[in-house]
C-alpha cells in the first residue's frame, strides 16, 4: 500500500471513547491517505460495483450515504478525500458515521475515481449491508399497495419505480423476473435513498410474487399496451398487486393471464407506451386518489 501521513492542517476527528459501559467506540478517518489503486480497498469497492460483494451495497455520494445512516442501515466503511474533508463540506457526515462506528478511510482523488462508479467521482463513497426485508413486510397495511415490476431491465428505471413508489405512498416494491438489481449502484442512485426506506424485495419469479399478494388479499391488476379497461374506468381501491412489465416487451403473456384485471392507459396517437416508472407514477397517484375519495365517502 502506498500511503502519505496526514498534513498539519487535516481535521481532526479523533475522541477519547467514552468510559461508561456500552458506548460505542468512535472511529474516524484513518491519518494516512490510500494512493495506490493496487490497494486491497479498490477491488472491494469494484466487486460491489459490478454486484460480486454478496450482500454489500456501494453507495455513491454524500445523499446516498447520509439517507443509510439516518435509515439505520448497517455501513461497513467510508472512503472519503481529504480536499472533502478539509472544506468541511462532509463533516458532518463523518461525524455521524464515526458515532456508528464506521470504519472511514482516507483516499486520494486518483483512488476515488477508481472505486466512484460515477463518471464524476463523489467526494464520498461506502459500502453497507443490504437491508433484509421480509416479504410480509410488503403487506403490512390493512389495505396494501405493492409494485410488481417484471422483467424491468434498466437500473435508473428500478430505481425510478421505487422512488416514485414511497413517494406517492405504496406499501413496497418486488422485483421480480428479470429485473435489474434493486440494491445496484445505478439503481440506487435512482431511487434517491427511497430502496434504503420502503420495503423492496429482488430475484423473486414472478408468478411466485403474483400468488403471494394473491394470498394476502390483492386484487391482481396488469398493465397492458392496449385492449384493457381505461385507467379512469378501473377499480383501484382496496388491497392492490400493480404489475408493471419492462421496456418494449411489457408483461410477458403468461403473467398477464394471471391477473384479475387488465388496464390500459389512454394515450394519444402515435404514442404507443411509457416508461416502466412513468406508468407506476400514473398508476399509484390514480389508486391514490380513488382511495382517498372512497374514504371520504365512508367518513
Known amino acids: 500500500m502506498t500511503a502519505a501521513k496526514a498534513g498539519p492542517g487535516r481535521q481532526s476527528y479523533h475522541s477519547a471513547p467514552g468510559a461508561t459501559t456500552g458506548t460505542p467506540v468512535l472511529r474516524y478517518p484513518s491519518r494516512v491517505t490510500i494512493t ?4 486491497p480497498l479498490v477491488a472491494r469497492f469494484r466487486d460491489a460495483a459490478r454486484g460480486e460483494a ?38 458532518t457526515l463523518v461525524s455521524a458515521l ?38 410480509a413486510q410488503l403487506y403490512r397495511r390493512a ?14 428505471n428500478v430505481g425510478a419505480i421505487v422512488r416514485v413508489a414511497e413517494a406517492a405512498g405504496a406499501t413496497g416494491v418486488v422485483a421480480a423476473g ?24 429482488a430475484g423473486v419469479d414472478a408468478q411466485d410474487a403474483v400468488g403471494e399478494a394473491r394470498r394476502h388479499g390483492c386484487r391482481i391488476v396488469a398493465t397492458v399496451p392496449r385492449d384493457g379497461r381505461r385507467l379512469f374506468d378501473a377499480d383501484l381501491t382496496g388491497p392492490l398487486a400493480l404489475l408493471v412489465g419492462g421496456e418494449g416487451r411489457g408483461l410477458p403473456p403468461d403473467i398477464v393471464a394471471l391477473a384479475d384485471e387488465r388496464m390500459t392507459i389512454p394515450m394519444q396517437a402515435p404514442v404507443e407506451s411509457l416508461n416502466a416508472a412513468v406508468t407506476v407514477a400514473v398508476l399509484l397517484y390514480e389508486a391514490g386518489r380513488q382511495q382517498a375519495a372512497a374514504a371520504g365517502k365512508r367518513h
Open 36 to 39: 495506490s489503486r493496487q490497494n
Open 54 to 91: 454478496g450482500a454489500a451495497m456501494l453507495l455513491d455520494g454524500a445523499h446516498l450515504v447520509g439517507d443509510a445512516v439516518s435509515a439505520g442501515v448497517a455501513l461497513q466503511i467510508a472512503a472519503v478525500t481529504p480536499s472533502a474533508l478539509e472544506s468541511g463540506e462532509l463533516q
Open 98 to 135: 464515526g458515532q456508528q462506528g464506521v470504519e472511514v478511510t482516507l483516499v486520494s482523488a486518483q483512488v476515488m475515481d477508481a472505486i466512484s462508479p460515477v463518471r464524476s467521482p463523489s467526494a464520498i463513497v461506502a459500502l453497507a449491508e443490504r437491508p433484509e426485508t421480509a416479504r
Open 143 to 156: 389495505s396494501p399497495v405493492v409494485v410488481v415490476a417484471v422483467d424491468v431491465q434498466d437500473p435508473g
Open 178 to 201: 428479470a429485473s435489474a438489481n434493486p440494491f445496484g449502484w445505478k439503481a440506487l442512485r435512482g431511487s434517491m435513498g427511497s430502496a434504503l426506506r420502503l420495503p423492496v424485495v
